[in-house]
């Protein structure tokens, strides 16, 4: 309660970067540590056989266990929901994990879920092909085809999903439509905000319900760690009929029912106790401490990260070497109207691209970078490029390919927080080596 109090006092009276630094945190009472302590332990000493029981029945806070809290974890937990202006977030053990939860704790056997078709590949693969296993149904739109989201919604659908900013084609999503959408049909909105991070757009401001983070990426900022969260926004209304598991007692509610009990936290409290820790994908301390580490600086980064893709973008627009280029800071590009509304202090650091030359040019570019470097991850201080038809999307078929907005020449470029200048030269030597061949 009193965190609570806390969190929505400085959410009202701070700005951005000062929750980024200070957002979440409760100092150690032993030490008064600056920094959120590391809690390297996987348990914690009860002071007797009823103080165990209360927080075994929830009638006391408390940690019991560190698959489900940590004190390092809930305060990543706490900045996190502060930073998304949410009510509460969940941490889990990688963006994958907090992405599969986020749907598995609403869908089950019989249920149905709607994506948009523009999504990271092991998001894709998850929902076409393992979500089937678990019974549950998919059905991909294109991104901003409202008809044809609203035409796919049936019944038993539990949940829209999307992207603030797709991975990797780089289409904006609009959110104000796609939330009205899902809000008419009474189901939830989830939004992977993980290219935008909340620095740039906060979805809950355009009506998504629950947000996921790959902290993996600009969270952690270093490249250092795995790990994921999901965010509640606390506003969407369970009790409507779509979700009678929320209003009837179920195991770990103690006999009252998750929106009784946690009231605008029930589903991210429900994500806790069903999926982190029934399934177990809990985020290290250790991983936690670097992502407050990381999000004291988000801020900072992310205008750095921006203005470098500025410059690199329209390099790349250029350079008649390049045979297109999507960028949503660009003027002309199909998202950057969208990204106008929705992106507030830049249009993010991934860029997507080809070469001249089709498949074999751009993988020549790939090939011939020095200071980027050639690797499956972003968000990273350092610029990475990657080729996703080979790597991050392979499993997907060439018609998904193809619906994903992914083309056999496509490069994802992460543009790091270098000297722009050291980045663009990088880009036209790599370019010349490739347009040469």
């Not at 704790?105 to 678990?134: C, E, M, P, Q, W």
């Not at 059905?139 to 539990?158: C, G, K, M, Y």
């Not at 996921?212 to 369970?238: L, N, Q």
Request: hydrophobic share 40%.
């Amino acid at each position: 309660g009193a965190m609570e109090r806390e969190n929505s006092v400085m959410r009202q009276r701070m700005g951005f970067g000062t929750l980024a630094v200070h957002g979440g945190q409760k100092l150690d009472p032993i030490t008064r540590s600056c920094l959120t302590p590391i809690y390297q332990t996987a348990s914690y000493v009860f002071r007797d056989c009823a103080h165990g029981a209360r927080l075994f029945t929830g009638e006391e806070e408390g940690d019991i266990y560190s698959r489900i809290s940590n004190p390092t974890c809930s305060a990543f937990e706490d900045r996190m929901a502060v930073l998304e202006d949410g009510s509460a977030a969940v941490a889990a053990a990688s963006g994958q994990a907090a992405m599969a939860y986020s749907v598995l704790a609403i869908a089950s056997h019989g249920d149905h879920v709607v994506a948009a078709s523009n999504l990271y590949g092991g998001t894709y693969s998850f929902l076409a092909s393992t979500l089937k296993r678990f019974g549950v149904g998919v059905t991909f739109v294109p991104p901003n085809d409202l008809d044809a989201l609203n035409r796919a919604i049936t019944p038993r659908t539990r949940a829209v999903y999307g992207e603030t900013i797709g991975n990797p084609a780089l289409d904006v999503l609009d959110l104000e439509g796609t939330a009205s959408v899902a809000h008419s049909r009474r189901i939830p909105l989830i939004i992977d905000n993980t290219f935008a991070t909340p620095y740039l757009c906060r979805p809950f401001e355009y009506g998504a319900d629950i947000v996921v983070h790959s902290a993996t990426k600009y969270i952690c900022g270093h490249g250092s760690s795995i790990g994921g969260v999901v965010v509640d926004s606390g506003r969407f209304d369970w009790t409507s009929g779509n979700f009678p598991e929320f209003t009837s007692p179920e195991l770990g509610t103690g006999g009252s029912s998750w929106v009784d009990r946690f009231g605008e936290a029930a589903y991210a409290e429900k994500v806790r106790a069903q999926m982190v820790k029934d399934l177990g994908g809990c985020l290290a301390p250790f991983n936690a401490f670097l992502f407050l580490m990381g999000l004291e600086t988000l801020h900072v980064r992310m205008e750095r990260h921006c203005s470098n893709a500025q410059a690199v973008a329209e390099y790349l627009a250029s350079h008649p070497g390049v045979q297109w280029v999507r960028y949503p800071g660009l003027e002309g590009d199909p998202s950057n109207l969208l990204a106008r509304k929705c992106l507030k202090g830049g249009f993010g650091a991934m860029i997507a691209f080809g070469v001249k030359g089709g498949l074999e040019a751009s993988r020549t570019f790939a090939d011939s970078v020095e200071l980027i470097m050639l690797l499956a991850n972003l968000g990273d201080t350092r610029s990475l490029v990657v080729h996703p038809a080979t790597t991050t999307h392979h499993e997907l078929t060439p018609e998904q390919r193809q619906a994903s907005g992914i083309s056999d020449d496509l490069l994802r470029l992460s543009v790091g927080i270098e000297d722009a200048n050291d980045i663009i030269d990088d880009v036209d030597r790599a370019l010349r080596a490739a347009v040469r061949e």
